[in-house]
């Protein structure tokens, strides 16, 4: 074992005094109000930027790729994120419209998994999105290339400037490849971590008429 596994082996998992207890027996018929719950009791528990989450997607050879975003709403429609339709994972939403979203709360030994196809939201929620936000952000849009080979830092330099004076100077201006995607669940499955490793997960699969099916698997 070189040093860096040793390193590995001596990190913890879930060295909390007390983890949560969630019985699936009590858990709602849809996914959707077991996630804000479990969203809002990270925060609670005081983990960092719970809203933080990996998207996977496949390229046009079928080959995974992923990255953190932040989650912009969940409700009815589904998950909702942002990003430029230009770059890498925008491309490879237009080609394969379907992803997998991945949460993890360490401080309570939760994990949440979603799965289902991508849309992308009509332009004007895409710009609302974005003109809500802070000028950073407009001027982090505006700046554009996202995923495209950069030639050097004073190459980013220069534009990230011209674009903080626009964001600045026009706060409605509009970054047309900015989009709101939405990712319509057909699984969900929640996991709660326990000491024993007697971990509960609890899948929701999309039913027939709208509703949805509940069931446990192995850990
Ligand atoms: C904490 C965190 C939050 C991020 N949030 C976003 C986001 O909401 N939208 C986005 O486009 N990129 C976000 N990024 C940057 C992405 O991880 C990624 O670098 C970028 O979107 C390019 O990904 P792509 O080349 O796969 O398209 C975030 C990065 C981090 C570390």
Do not use: I, N
């Not at 809203?51 to 589904?78: I, K, S």
Request: charged content about 25%.
């Amino acid at each position: 074992m070189d040093d860096f596994d040793a390193f590995l082996h001596t990190l913890r998992v879930w060295d909390l005094p007390e983890l949560p207890r969630f019985d699936p027996a009590t858990a709602p018929e849809a996914p959707l109000p077991l996630f804000r719950e479990w969203l809002r009791a990270a925060h609670a528990a005081g983990q960092p930027e719970p809203h933080g989450m990996t998207l996977a997607t496949t390229d046009a050879e079928g080959h995974p790729d992923v990255r953190t975003l932040m989650l912009h709403g969940a409700d009815e429609r589904g998950w909702h994120f942002a990003s430029h339709a230009t770059s890498a994972k925008g491309r490879q939403l237009a080609e394969r419209p379907y992803a997998a979203l991945g949460f993890y709360w360490a401080v309570q030994a939760r994990q949440v998994r979603v799965r289902g196809p991508v849309v992308a939201a009509p332009d004007a929620e895409g710009q609302a999105d974005l003109h809500a936000r802070s000028t950073g952000s407009l001027a982090a849009a505006l700046t554009g290339r996202m995923s495209d080979v950069l030639g050097s830092q004073e190459e980013l330099a220069r534009a990230s400037a011209e674009a903080w004076e626009r964001a600045q100077a026009h706060p409605d201006l509009p970054v047309p490849t900015w989009t709101r995607y939405l990712l319509a669940p057909t699984e969900v499955e929640f996991f709660q971590g326990d000491a024993q490793r007697r971990h509960v997960r609890l899948r929701y699969r999309r039913a027939g008429g709208g509703g949805w099916m509940r069931e446990l698997l192995w850990p």
